[in-house]
């Protein structure tokens, strides 16, 4: 989708490779981990959003993807064992004017349920720096503003730029911008729909989860789905 990777410096990949926090380590992910890091994906978002999930099978089909960023696709250790994970990618907004401006989303971004409201999710999202090293403006994407608005970001709308699926006219509390550059977006209108890669077949989805041990899936209030 785009190539701004071929500009990544070195430098700053074997910078923060590696990081810890406290006892955690933040590590890029690497092949032997991605059953894992699946079953984990499918723990933290089991009967969250929908019965069931998904978001496991949109990380497995991801990184083959050519707008999956591998050097921003992290997992977190405690103790040896995987309790989080957050992959970035490359997206765009699609301006008023017809320009396409290239910015990045996130996610899934998961944490274990049994680590969850630890403040792990946020240690999760210290990679704006590198995201930044690559040449990207700004990061777009969908989730809670009292989550994310300690980290910086605020509804979109407020920048001018509006969800693909809302009216914009309406308020969109859930769809949400962080600038890397201060005032990249200046002078910017335009529209955000998230990554094809995000878009999944639900059949495909169901035949992938068949291959995870049973859960029970639970129609629960609150659900989106």
């Known amino acids: 989708m785009y190539h701004l990777l071929n500009r990544f410096v070195d430098s700053v990949v074997r910078e923060e490779k590696v990081m810890h926090h406290n006892h955690n380590m933040i590590r890029q992910e690497t092949p032997e981990d ?4 699946e079953l984990l994906t499918r723990e933290a978002f089991w009967n969250v959003y929908r019965p069931g999930c ?7 089909q ?23 994970h957050i992959m970035y990618v490359n997206a765009e ?14 996610g899934p971004l998961s944490i274990a349920p049994e680590h969850q409201r630890k403040g792990y999710g946020k240690h999760c999202l210290i990679f704006y720096g590198k995201a930044k090293a690559l040449g990207v403006g700004a990061i777009c994407i969908e989730g809670n503003i009292d989550f994310y608005g300690k980290s910086g970001f605020v509804t ?8 693909y699926a809302e009216s914009r006219s309406a308020r969109v509390p859930y769809f949400l911008v962080k ?3 201060e005032g990249f977006l200046n002078g910017i209108t335009g529209t ?6 995000y878009f999944i077949n639900e059949e495909e989805a169901e035949k992938f989860d068949a291959q995870f041990p049973p859960k029970e899936k639970h129609k629960l209030s609150g659900q989106l789905f």
């Open 34 to 37: 991605y059953q894992n890091v």
């Open 54 to 60: 998904i978001e496991h099978y949109i990380v497995h």
């Open 62 to 84: 991801y990184r083959c993807r050519e707008d999956f960023v591998p050097e921003l696709d992290f997992i977190m250790e405690k103790d040896g064992v995987i309790i989080g």
């Open 93 to 106: 907004i699609l301006s008023d004017n017809g320009q396409r401006i290239p910015i990045m989303t996130f």
């Open 156 to 163: 979109a709308s407020t920048k001018g730029i509006h969800y």
């Open 179 to 181: 600038e890397l550059k």
């Open 192 to 197: 955000y729909k998230p990554p094809s890669g």
